[in-house]
């Protein structure tokens, strides 16, 4: 199922996905947008944060659960949840999502094999976009480098499995024609060409 008016951004950690959603948010078409990400402001995510951080430490497959769980709550969840996906979805809002269940078939593929989170992640709908922002993980991690707090995927051999998966992923998704629209953005790029393609993209959408 492909969920009219919702995008993703997908990629690994210090590729761009943010920046190019802060530049949105301060865009021209703003009044359109819902940007969200994963993990959520939700009790899941912030415990999930906690994970990522490294503070608290789970066995790698409650970690695949508790996402596919984060997730469910940013689609469907109650009212206190920060964005419920598919509501704003169908209110006619743009919704984009800094990553979505591809992060977890990547991440989670990485640290617990691939079938997991395929099991976890398989009846969750496909957004109508997915910018797929590649990068060289060498490029990334000097980026994250200058960051305050590092993560625990944060990691040149890690991202450098990440990648890949991603990238076995994206092709898969393509070759299976689920009607999705996978666009991949040269994300060694500067932030204003990024800006640029994603716009060229998705003006239709926010102008429909």
């Not at 992640?121 to 991690?141: M, R, T, V």
């Not at 200058?146 to 991603?166: G, H, P």
């Given at each position: 199922?492909?969920?009219?008016?919702?995008?993703?951004?997908?990629?690994?950690?210090?590729?761009?996905?943010?920046?190019?959603?802060?530049?949105?948010?301060?865009?021209?078409?703003?009044?359109?947008?819902?940007?969200?990400?994963?993990?959520?402001?939700?009790?899941?995510?912030?415990?999930?944060?906690?994970?990522?951080?490294?503070?608290?430490?789970?066995?790698?497959?409650?970690?695949?659960?508790?996402?596919?769980?984060?997730?469910?709550?940013?689609?469907?969840?109650?009212?206190?949840?920060?964005?419920?996906?598919?509501?704003?979805?169908?209110?006619?809002?743009?919704?984009?999502?800094?990553?979505?269940?591809?992060?977890?078939?990547?991440?989670?593929?990485?640290?617990?094999?691939?079938?997991?989170?395929?099991?976890?992640?398989?009846?969750?709908?496909?957004?109508?976009?997915?910018?797929?922002?590649?990068?060289?993980?060498?490029?990334?991690?000097?980026?994250?480098?200058?960051?305050?707090?590092?993560?625990?995927?944060?990691?040149?051999?890690?991202?450098?499995?990440?990648?890949?998966?991603?990238?076995?992923?994206?092709?898969?998704?393509?070759?299976?024609?689920?009607?999705?629209?996978?666009?991949?953005?040269?994300?060694?790029?500067?932030?204003?060409?990024?800006?640029?393609?994603?716009?060229n993209v998705l003006e239709p959408v926010f102008l429909r």
């Amino acid at each position: 199922m492909i969920l009219k008016n919702f995008v993703v951004f997908e990629g690994i950690d210090g590729a761009g996905t943010s920046t190019q959603l802060k530049r949105l948010l301060a865009g021209k078409y703003s009044d359109r947008l819902e940007v969200s990400a994963e993990p959520t402001e939700s009790v899941t995510g912030k415990f999930l944060r906690q994970v990522l951080s490294g503070s608290v430490k789970v066995d790698a497959r409650t970690c695949a659960y508790l996402f596919a769980a984060d997730r469910a709550e940013h689609l469907w969840g109650s009212s206190s949840s920060d964005c419920l996906i598919e509501q704003k979805c169908s209110e006619g809002k743009v919704v984009i999502s800094d990553r979505f269940l591809f992060s977890s078939l990547a991440y989670q593929g990485v640290t617990c094999g691939e079938e997991l989170p395929r099991i976890l992640n398989g009846q969750f709908p496909l957004p109508e976009f997915l910018f797929f922002f590649k990068i060289d993980p060498q490029i990334s991690l000097k980026r994250i480098q200058n960051r305050d707090v590092i993560e625990i995927y944060e990691k040149l051999d890690f991202l450098q499995a990440t990648e890949k998966r991603y990238e076995d992923i994206v092709k898969e998704y393509q070759d299976k024609n689920t009607g999705m629209n996978i666009i991949i953005i040269d994300a060694t790029k500067s932030p204003d060409e990024v800006e640029k393609q994603i716009l060229n993209v998705l003006e239709p959408v926010f102008l429909r």
